[in-house]
């Protein structure tokens, strides 16, 4: 009689593990398990723009054309010819433009100190035009797929303005740059600065 209900008690409990173990291999795999979870995908890091102003490097020839008054409804110009010099600093992680033209409306010698923020991958230009001997406001921005666009606010006749400055049409031997102002929050821009860039042979070089 013992072996017997033993043998009734054991026939139980293997049928409970049998039962369980169906259950067990039907449920659905867990995806919240670690290993089943797939991993995260890392953040898109910034292109690397300190090289931007590598093409501009040498001696160029360059024209010109200012609007002498500029946000007042007029539409006068004034011409100039001249060169423009930009050297490499720090390796190439900044550049030194030196402007030189003359035309109907003067002469202008200006500079401009490009430096590489590598923590926002931006670039800021500071301008300096030797009748004034003070560095102007940055113009703070990139470049993307070959077009730089930098801003800034400044004023101008005690009117807070927006100013946009921008490189495009840039080749290895030619680049175009335009200043516009805008006094309504960027919704109109007026151009004032357009200069025209061609770089110039060096001496001796051939030009076959």
Same mark, same amino acid.
Request: glycine share 10%; charged share 20%; aromatic share 10%.
């Given at each position: 009689?013992?072996?017997?209900?033993?043998?009734?008690?054991?026939?139980?409990?293997?049928?409970?593990?049998?039962?369980? $173990?169906?259950? #067990?291999?039907?449920?659905?795999?867990?995806?919240?398990? &670690?290993? $089943?979870?797939?991993? &995260?995908?890392? $953040?898109?890091?910034?292109?690397? !723009?300190?090289?931007?102003?590598? /093409?501009?490097?040498?001696? /160029?020839?360059?024209?010109?054309?200012?609007?002498?008054?500029?946000?007042?409804?007029? #539409?006068?110009?004034?011409?100039?010819?001249?060169?423009?010099?930009?050297?490499?600093?720090?390796?190439?992680?900044?550049?030194?433009?030196?402007?030189?033209?003359?035309?109907?409306? !003067?002469?202008?010698?200006?500079?401009?100190?490009?430096?590489?923020? &590598? @923590?926002?991958?931006?670039?800021?230009?500071?301008?300096?035009?030797? #009748?004034?001997?003070?560095?102007?406001? &940055?113009?703070? *921005?990139?470049?993307?797929?070959?077009? *730089?666009?930098?801003? @800034?606010?400044?004023?101008?006749?005690?009117?807070?303005?927006?100013?946009?400055?921008?490189?495009?049409?840039?080749?290895?031997? #030619?680049?175009?740059?335009?200043?516009?102002?805008?006094?309504?929050?960027?919704?109109?821009?007026?151009?004032?600065?357009?200069?025209? @860039?061609?770089?110039?042979?060096?001496? !001796?070089? @051939?030009?076959?």
């Amino acid at each position: 009689m013992m072996n017997r209900t033993k043998l009734i008690e054991q026939s139980r409990s293997f049928l409970i593990v049998l039962s369980l $173990a169906f259950c #067990s291999a039907s449920l659905p795999a867990q995806t919240s398990s &670690p290993a $089943a979870r797939p991993a &995260p995908q890392a $953040a898109a890091t910034p292109g690397d !723009g300190q090289r931007d102003f590598d /093409w501009e490097i040498g001696s /160029w020839k360059t024209h010109v054309s200012r609007r002498l008054h500029p946000l007042t409804g007029s #539409s006068t110009w004034v011409e100039y010819d001249g060169t423009s010099v930009v050297r490499k600093v720090w390796n190439g992680r900044a550049n030194l433009l030196e402007l030189e033209v003359e035309g109907p409306g !003067g002469h202008i010698e200006g500079l401009s100190l490009r430096l590489y923020n &590598p @923590d926002s991958h931006q670039w800021s230009l500071n301008f300096s035009n030797s #009748s004034a001997g003070t560095l102007s406001t &940055p113009t703070v *921005g990139e470049f993307k797929d070959g077009r *730089g666009e930098f801003f @800034d606010q400044e004023t101008l006749s005690g009117r807070a303005i927006l100013v946009r400055f921008v490189i495009s049409g840039v080749t290895p031997d #030619s680049a175009h740059f335009e200043q516009s102002f805008s006094d309504d929050g960027g919704k109109t821009w007026e151009v004032n600065w357009i200069a025209t @860039d061609t770089r110039m042979k060096d001496k !001796g070089s @051939d030009t076959n």
